[in-house]
């Protein structure tokens, strides 16, 4: 089974994907993990690694040539980012969308990486914007279209007010029972 766990940076997405691949003991893959990894690699932080990757194709599609890979090979899968669940539509068997206010998702990440409110706010939206355009131009996708989201996800849990144990708790049921 593939299951896709997407939402913008702070919605819980990374844990809730991570809690899941271990309750259902399959293998998790995160994007964001991987770019991380990468800006680490090119000694930039995420706001400049991402302007990088806007010049820079490949970035992504070396990420996404993993994830195609793997969904093709009919493992058991979660995988956790915001473009997941459209590249790997084919293959997928369940998709969740995490949102979140703005404001509580900042602040989810700033205390998550002891960072300043203000800075962490302008990192996150200057990445964010960077990444939904890079999506547009590269595959033309828009994962702020409102159409678009309610066709692909399955399951759309704002998570701004609930803890993290009733999120996966919410998302754990609502798989468990449509994979019956």
């Known amino acids: 089974m593939i299951i896709s766990i997407a939402g913008l ?11 899941l691949a271990e309750s259902f003991g399959y293998e998790y893959y995160s ?15 995420l706001e400049n690694f991402s302007k990088y990757a806007e010049r820079h194709p490949e970035i992504d ?34 998709a969740i969308l995490l949102t979140c206010q703005d404001d509580i998702r900042i602040k989810r990440m700033m205390e998550r990486d002891q960072e300043n409110f203000d800075a962490k706010k302008h990192e996150t939206l200057i990445r964010e914007e960077s990444e939904w ?4 131009d590269s595959y033309n996708i828009d994962i702020r279209d409102p159409t ?6 399955n399951l759309i849990v ?7 144990d ?6 754990h049921l609502a798989i468990s029972r449509w994979n019956k």
């Open 9 to 19: 940076h702070g919605t819980g997405k990374s844990t809730i994907a991570a809690k």
């Open 61 to 94: 599609r070396q990420i996404d040539e993993k994830i195609i890979k793997l969904a093709k090979s009919k493992g058991n899968y979660v995988f956790e980012g915001q473009l997941p669940t459209y590249m790997i539509e084919k293959w997928r068997d369940y």
């Open 148 to 153: 678009k989201i309610l066709q692909t996800f």
């Open 133 to 136: 355009q890079r999506f547009k």
């Open 166 to 171: 009733t999120v996966f708790q919410l998302c």
């Open 31 to 45: 994007t964001g993990m991987i770019f991380r990894q990468l800006a680490d690699k090119y000694q930039m932080n």
């Open 158 to 164: 704002d998570t701004t007010f609930l803890d993290i």
